[in-house]
């Protein structure tokens, strides 16, 4: 069974702070690992893809295979970075549907 | 390009009624997911059609969930009768279908269920 974990529900930082959302999961292939955002008021979109390797907005993320992990960083957070923050796995056994974790919500204080 | 549109955006109902949402996927997309996010728990999959075919219903809850796609274009998941349980924000999401990969899935905006 494949499984997301996001140990944090909220994280708090200040503007300028670096911050880090904690991702792990299992699952016993090779697995598409995704961060969604989804800000006040709008939808949930996909932030990146681990098979992307690229920055966005700011945000990087680094599968662990040894660790089966994928934080989320960003070295300086901005307000608005305040959102929610979704974890997902894609894994080739199971098809398309993406399993989630539990979600961060985010809050940057001026 | 418009995105994925759901319809309505909030329903209220009442134990034992039945309830009908819509999803429209972006143009182009053979791939629609039903997922749904109860109250305090994570967001889970319910379903996923391929074009009018369903290509996996493991998520579905129960047999007082029907999904239909009939044409391969927008689908319905009807509930019914609901239940309390059933509150919670219904999301679609629609993909392409890519030779050798799998698209991105892009989100709806959600239904908002509330079983009285």
């Known amino acids: 069974a494949q499984r997301v974990t996001q140990p944090e529900k909220l994280l708090s930082v200040f503007k300028g702070a670096p911050v880090e959302l904690k991702c792990n999961y299992s699952?016993?292939?090779?697995?598409?690992l995704f961060w969604y955002v989804q800000y006040s008021r709008q939808r949930l979109q996909l932030l990146l893809r681990?098979?992307s390797r690229e920055s966005i907005k700011g945000f990087t993320a680094d599968l662990n295979k040894g660790e089966t992990s994928f934080h989320l960083k960003k070295p300086f957070a901005q307000e608005e970075d305040s959102a929610m923050y979704y974890c997902?796995?894609?894994?080739?056994?199971?098809?398309?549907?993406?399993?989630f974790g539990g979600g961060t919500r985010v809050l940057v204080k001026p | 390009e418009a995105g994925v549109t759901q319809f309505p955006s909030h329903s209220v109902i009442e134990k034992g009624q039945t309830v009908t949402l819509r999803c429209d996927p972006i143009?182009?997309?053979?791939?629609l997911y039903w997922y749904r996010r109860v109250m305090g728990k994570e967001i889970k999959f319910l379903l996923h059609?391929?074009?009018?075919?369903?290509?996996?219903e493991s998520g579905m809850p129960n047999n007082r969930f029907l999904a239909e796609r009939t044409g391969g274009t927008y689908s319905t998941l009807k509930v019914q009768p609901a239940e309390l349980e059933d509150s919670g924000v219904y999301f679609c999401?629609?993909?392409?279908?890519?030779?050798?990969?799998?698209?991105?899935?892009?989100f709806g905006p959600g239904t908002r269920l509330l079983v009285l």
């Open positions: 999401a629609s993909s392409q279908v890519l030779a050798g990969g799998r698209g991105t899935q892009y």
């Open positions: 699952y016993s292939g090779s697995p598409e």
């Open positions: 681990h098979i």
């Open positions: 997902a796995l894609r894994g080739g056994a199971a098809g398309n549907k993406l399993t």
């Open positions: 143009s182009g997309h053979d791939n």
């Open positions: 059609f391929v074009k009018e075919s369903k290509q996996d």
